[in-house]
Nanobody
């Protein structure tokens, strides 16, 4: 049974930083691409960032490019999202997800992901 557990969310002021973590279990982590998505109240879930199974390829939404960095530690079965220069519009629940297929590259499409975490809330105050 695959489990994804996010942590690291919280309340931060504009311009601050947070580092989200997502610990995975249940499948060989190093074989799967990973992604981060977010959903604000009243809005649809949107793509934030993705990383390939090796970590050599990454992809970012335009809204977070140059501020957020996705990374992974295959020895710890964990994917991270470093968020810098946070803005109030970054406020949302953040979800990590694991790709459906092995050896996948990055994908912005939520349908490419088979498993999702429960989410961690990030709130940026102005």
């Amino acid at each position: 049974q695959v489990q994804l557990v996010e942590s690291g969310g919280g309340l931060v002021q504009t311009g601050g930083s947070l580092r989200l973590s997502c610990a995975a279990s249940g499948r060989t982590f190093s074989r799967y691409g990973m992604g981060w998505f977010r959903q604000a109240p009243g809005k649809e879930r949107e793509f934030v960032a993705a990383i390939s199974w090796t970590g050599s390829s990454t992809s970012y939404a335009d809204s977070v490019k140059d501020r957020f960095t996705i990374s992974r530690d295959n020895a710890k079965d964990t994917v991270y999202l470093q968020m810098n220069s946070l803005k109030p519009e970054d406020t949302a629940a953040y979800y990590c997800a694991q790709s459906r297929v092995v050896y996948g590259l990055t994908s912005r499409n939520p349908d490419a992901y088979a498993y999702w975490g429960q989410g961690t809330q990030v709130t940026v105050s102005s």
